[in-house]
């Protein structure tokens, strides 16, 4: 029973193309952030917006949505865990907890932020 | 190369002291293990002996080995890797501990330590038990030295040591091709402690859970020196109170983590399902599985087969959660878990050498494990406490499924993940686990072992049945419980845990008077259940009534059907203007930069619109430590009796990246001279040489002067105004004044001859400075902390008390 009712919460790790084809399915990429393109937020604007684009594992581009405050330190994330939905072009998430930042210096074990960091001073 | 300036002293010795607890916590093992095997009782008596030296010496290696690296980091020795990566110069001295066990081999030192204090404890207590115990504790103990060992066997690595230079774990970093690197400014200070980690709750969370780890271990060496000795049952009371001890420390451990989260992360809560959470809770509950069968066991015989397994697996699912937590496998799931440290194979070997061995032994001993065969009587305290213990079970398993997922899905490449609402996901099953636990908890003292008079049960628990009920159906009513995000079924769940919850508290609270007569000494148990009911009152009222007070009105896209999911959140405030925010008006007044640029606190005025009652938040925004450029945020929080207001600040514009860049206009003026902008004119007062005062402090070597100005608005309002010109260090610098309500920034950009300074006078809009503001209500708060000390308090009443009945 148990099990029954956590399968009806699972979702599955996809890419911007297939979750295109489950438009309104809650899905989970791990995607890029792509920094070619500015990651807009703007508080006086509106403090609950922040728009990016991402590029998954194949190399697809899209723009995210996300409509709470731009994580602290997302400018530096080697990685992002994306929940959302696929809405058109966009991808949609609207759980505060739908984005993972992965930054390379989360908790210092990774030796090549601070191999860096010696060479440059 | 001989490198010029290097402590290597301390490391050495430190290295070496590693090494020596390591061959003493395998001698320790070994000669216990023979001392179980001796035939004869002299033989097993010198065995004991040799074990016991050789854990003594381990430990206080381990002790040394800490002092050693204690040394190290608080004289800042920068050419030990440990050192350089985890702290620096400016660390508060309270934060050095911190920055010991921030590092995983530190982390691990400190569990061994912990091991070390509690097995020289079970040597003291335990007797009989001592020799079988005391294997199984040391070859723990061997398992976890390597951990943090640091050497290499035919070319494989055991362990990071916490000895390592930082020229050793960057061979090829160009900086080490200089002899005195150490002079280098990279190397004059360390990369400093993870900002997050700078928090009073770091100094003690980590020891206290480690602790509750170590503890683990002791039920655990119970369980396989009962199974190894074949002495089933004998070892349940004297394992009863290290049960007590574990279960307590181990609570007090994870709900201090869940403070620290909800008092200085911003995750807008205490508990997240996060996985790094979930994988110490489910140890957890299983150890309280495995107590109260062995209560059951203790007083009536059954369930010692069950009391065996959940003491296994115990011990089994604190490493699992070690090597789920460490091995980065949870990256793509969890907030906090750390990143690979290359030692995985150790990690799951850890695992694996004490769950593959304790379960051979389990179900090659099984049959000969006495147990009962009759059925348990449906009147019978035994029957329910099983109950409990079987839902307990059932409730670790749904969670640790999930959190697994990562891992299985490395096993047998499937691909699943929990969707996006992970919270939800784990509430709706844990809201019905509430929901019986809480109704156990109420009613199952009242049941006698064995049998139970149907009339006493029903007459002792009717009045608190009535009472709870009261209570209840009062909340129901006059509570504004109503949290329909989703779905009625999830709210009516919600009441059946609030009822169950409360009639927990009142039945337990009702026991010590009518089952013990008041006896308070004996109602460790009752005690520990109301803490127990409060908890799950607390966390089902501050979840389900949690508040967003600052919703976003302002906002033009939060009407209509779709405004529950667009943001609305954050509330934007500029500086000085007072902003409606429902039951309240919020001011962004001020904010002030401290520890050397590190650190901005916002100074935001809060007043209740009803009562008029005023106070004041600090919430800040730190800038992280070297190397890691970017920012977190602090909350700050008012709390109530019966409420806590959280407030945060998401995004401010004083630290924002983007510059200003329209230029200055500039006018050369004389003293008496006006100028004028586009909504008033700016006089030139007077000049300052040297000015004093609480905005500027020049040192005697520099030059400063300052311009006195009078900015007239709209041929109304004055403001003063004061920019400086400074020369320090034989360089030039301004530092300009602003007058925000105007968008004017003013400056005195240099001296042009005796007669005339040139100001500088910048317009713009985007001078006002604002900030997103999260405001969150959270109602009885108060009631998970002070139900997670009740029931501590309920648990060590209860370990005292049978560690004297142990003894007599």
Same mark, same amino acid.
């Given at each position: 029973m148990i099990?029954?009712?956590?399968?009806?919460?699972?979702?599955?790790?996809?890419?911007?193309?297939?979750?295109?084809?489950?438009?309104?399915?809650?899905?989970?990429?791990?995607?890029?952030?792509?920094?070619?393109?500015?990651?807009?937020?703007?508080?006086?604007?509106?403090?609950?917006?922040?728009?990016?684009?991402?590029?998954?594992?194949?190399?697809?581009?899209?723009?995210?949505?996300?409509?709470?405050?731009?994580?602290?330190?997302?400018?530096?994330?080697?990685?992002?865990?994306?929940?959302?939905?696929?809405?058109g072009d966009v991808f949609e998430i609207t759980d505060k907890q739908g984005i993972l930042i992965k930054c390379p210096s989360k908790y210092k074990d990774d030796p090549k932020a601070a191999h860096n960091y010696l060479s440059e001073n | 190369m001989n490198y010029i300036g290097e402590h290597l002293l301390p490391g050495q010795i430190g290295h070496f002291l590693v090494v020596l607890s390591f061959v003493a916590a395998l001698v320790a093992t070994i000669a216990y293990a023979r001392s179980v095997h001796a035939t004869s009782l002299p033989d097993a008596a010198s065995w004991k002996r040799l074990g016991r030296i050789a854990f003594v010496i381990d430990a206080v290696a381990l002790f040394s080995v800490f002092g050693v690296i204690f040394y190290i980091v608080a004289n800042h020795y920068f050419e030990y890797h440990y050192a350089w990566n985890h702290s620096d110069r400016s660390l508060e001295s309270k934060y050095l501990l911190s920055s010991i066990w921030e590092g995983q081999e530190g982390s691990f030192l400190l569990w061994a330590l912990w091991h070390a204090v509690l097995g020289v404890i079970v040597i003291k207590t335990s007797r009989k038990w001592e020799a079988p115990v005391m294997s199984v504790m040391s070859l723990a103990q061997v398992c976890v030295t390597t951990m943090f060992l640091g050497v290499y066997i035919?070319?494989?690595?055991?362990?990071?040591?916490?000895?390592?230079?930082?020229?050793?774990?960057?061979?090829?970093?160009?900086?080490?091709?200089?002899?005195?690197?150490?002079q280098l400014p990279a190397m004059q200070d360390g990369i400093g402690l993870n900002q997050l980690l700078q928090n009073y709750w770091m100094t003690i969370h980590p020891p206290i859970t480690f602790l509750g780890y170590a503890s683990t271990l002791v039920p655990f060496a119970f369980a396989i020196g009962g199974l190894w000795t074949k002495d089933f049952g004998g070892w349940t009371k004297p394992a009863l109170p290290w049960a007590l001890f574990s279960i307590a420390i181990f609570g007090l451990g994870i709900m201090m983590g869940a403070k620290w989260a909800y008092e200085s992360l911003s995750f807008g809560g205490y508990w997240a399902w996060d996985p790094v959470e979930n994988a110490s809770l489910v140890p957890w509950l299983i150890m309280v599985?495995?107590?109260?069968?062995?209560?059951?066991?203790?007083?009536?015989?059954?369930?010692?087969r069950a009391t065996y397994f959940f003491y296994l697996m115990g011990f089994v699912l604190v490493l699992y959660s070690t090597y789920l937590t460490r091995s980065g496998d949870l990256q793509d799931t969890s907030v906090h878990a750390f990143v690979s440290s290359g030692l995985n194979w150790q990690l799951r070997a850890f695992v694996l050498a004490f769950f593959i061995p304790a379960m051979v032994l389990f179900?090659?001993?099984?049959?000969?494990?006495?147990?009962?065969?009759?059925?348990?009587?449906? #009147?019978?305290?035994?029957?329910?406490?099983?109950? @409990?213990?079987? /839902? =307990?079970?059932?409730?670790? !398993? %749904?969670?640790? &499924?999930?959190?697994?997922?990562?891992?299985?899905?490395?096993?047998?490449?499937?691909?699943?993940?929990?969707?996006?609402?992970?919270?939800?996901?784990?509430?709706?099953?844990?809201?019905?686990?509430?929901?019986?636990?809480?109704?156990?908890?109420?009613?199952?003292?009242?049941?006698? #072992?064995?049998?139970?008079?149907?009339?006493?049960? @029903?007459?002792? /628990? =009717?009045?608190?049945?009535? !009472? %709870?009920?009261? &209570?209840?159906?009062?909340?129901?009513?006059?509570?504004?419980?109503?949290?329909?995000?989703?779905?009625?079924?999830?709210?009516?769940?919600?009441?059946?845990?609030?009822?169950?919850?409360?009639?927990?508290?009142?039945?337990?609270?009702?026991?010590?008077?009518?089952?013990?007569?008041?006896?308070?000494?004996?109602?460790?148990?009752?005690?520990?259940?109301?803490?127990?009911?409060?908890?799950?009152?607390?966390?089902?009222?501050?979840?389900?009534?949690?508040?967003?007070?600052?919703?976003?009105?302002?906002?033009?896209?939060?009407?209509?059907?779709?405004?529950?999911?667009?943001?609305?959140?954050?509330?934007?405030?500029?500086?000085?203007?007072?902003?409606?925010?429902?039951?309240?008006?919020?001011?962004?007044?001020?904010?002030?930069?401290?520890?050397?640029?590190?650190?901005?606190?916002?100074?935001?005025?809060?007043?209740?619109?009803?009562?008029?009652?005023?106070?004041?938040?600090?919430?800040?925004?730190?800038?992280?430590?070297?190397?890691?450029?970017g920012y977190s945020n602090n909350p700050d929080a008012k709390h109530y009796w019966n409420k806590d207001i959280f407030i945060y600040v998401n995004a401010a514009s004083s630290i924002s990246e983007q510059k200003d860049t329209s230029g200055y206009k500039k006018y050369p003026v004389k003293i008496g001279d006006t100028l004028f902008y586009s909504a008033g004119y700016i006089t030139f007062d007077s000049v300052t040489a040297n000015p004093r005062n609480e905005k500027y402090q020049f040192k005697p070597t520099d030059t400063a002067i300052q311009a006195n100005l009078t900015v007239t608005a709209k041929g109304v309002k004055t403001f003063q105004a004061k920019p400086?010109?400074?020369?320090?260090?034989?360089?030039?610098?301004?530092?300009?004044?602003?007058?925000?309500?105007?968008?004017?920034?003013?400056?005195?950009?240099?001296?042009?001859?005796?007669?005339?300074?040139?100001?500088?006078?910048?317009?713009?809009?985007?001078?006002?400075?604002?900030?997103?503001?999260?405001v969150l209500q959270f109602p009885f708060i108060y009631l998970v902390w002070i139900g997670t000390v009740i029931m501590i308090v309920g648990l060590i009443m209860s370990m005292v008390r049978r560690a004297r009945l142990g003894k007599s």
């Open positions: 099990l029954l009712s956590f399968m009806g919460d699972l979702s599955t790790y996809e890419t911007f193309a297939t979750a295109r084809q489950k438009p309104g399915k809650s899905v989970t990429v791990i995607a890029k952030l792509d920094k070619s393109s500015p990651i807009e937020y703007n508080p006086a604007v509106n403090p609950n917006l922040t728009t990016f684009h991402a590029v998954d594992s194949l190399g697809n581009r899209t723009q995210v949505v996300y409509y709470f405050e731009k994580p602290f330190d997302m400018e530096k994330s080697d990685r992002i865990v994306l929940k959302g939905k696929m809405k | 035919f070319g494989l690595k055991i362990g990071n040591s916490p000895f390592l230079l930082t020229r050793e774990v960057f061979p090829d970093n160009p900086v080490f091709s200089n002899a005195n690197y150490l599985a495995g107590l109260h069968t062995q209560l059951v066991y203790n007083s009536t015989g059954h369930s010692l179900f090659k001993r099984y049959r000969k494990i006495p147990h009962i065969a009759s059925e348990e009587n449906t #009147y019978s305290r035994e029957f329910w406490m099983f109950i @409990g213990s079987l /839902v =307990l079970f059932l409730a670790a !398993i %749904a969670i640790i &499924i999930p959190t697994s997922y990562p891992l299985i899905n490395k096993i047998i490449g499937t691909n699943f993940v929990i969707g996006d609402d992970v919270e939800f996901a784990y509430n709706r099953i844990q809201v019905f686990v509430a929901v019986v636990l809480g109704i156990l908890t109420a009613v199952t003292q009242y049941f006698r #072992y064995k049998d139970t008079p149907r009339a006493l049960f @029903g007459k002792r /628990v =009717l009045l608190p049945t009535v !009472i %709870a009920v009261l &209570i209840s159906v009062a909340i129901g009513i006059w509570g504004n419980v109503n949290y329909d995000k989703y779905g009625i079924g999830f709210l009516a769940a919600i009441h059946l845990a609030l009822f169950a919850g409360i009639y927990a508290i009142v039945a337990n609270a009702g026991y010590i008077w009518t089952g013990l007569n008041g006896k308070l000494k004996a109602a460790g148990g009752s005690v520990a259940h109301v803490g127990f009911g409060m908890m799950l009152v607390g966390i089902l009222l501050s979840s389900a009534k949690k508040e967003i007070l600052s919703i976003n009105l302002n906002n033009p896209l939060n009407f209509g059907p779709e405004s529950e999911i667009k943001g609305y959140e954050n509330l934007t405030l500029y500086q000085g203007i007072r902003t409606d925010m429902g039951k309240y008006w919020v001011t962004y007044v001020s904010d002030s930069v401290v520890k050397g640029g590190k650190m901005t606190y916002f100074r935001i005025d809060m007043e209740e619109k009803q009562s008029g009652r005023q106070f004041t938040l600090y919430p800040d925004i730190i800038k992280a430590t070297k190397g890691q450029e400086v010109f400074y020369v320090a260090n034989n360089q030039t610098r301004q530092v300009p004044d602003t007058v925000h309500s105007e968008g004017l920034e003013l400056s005195l950009l240099r001296v042009v001859d005796n007669q005339r300074l040139e100001i500088g006078v910048k317009e713009s809009t985007r001078l006002t400075p604002y900030i997103a503001l999260k």
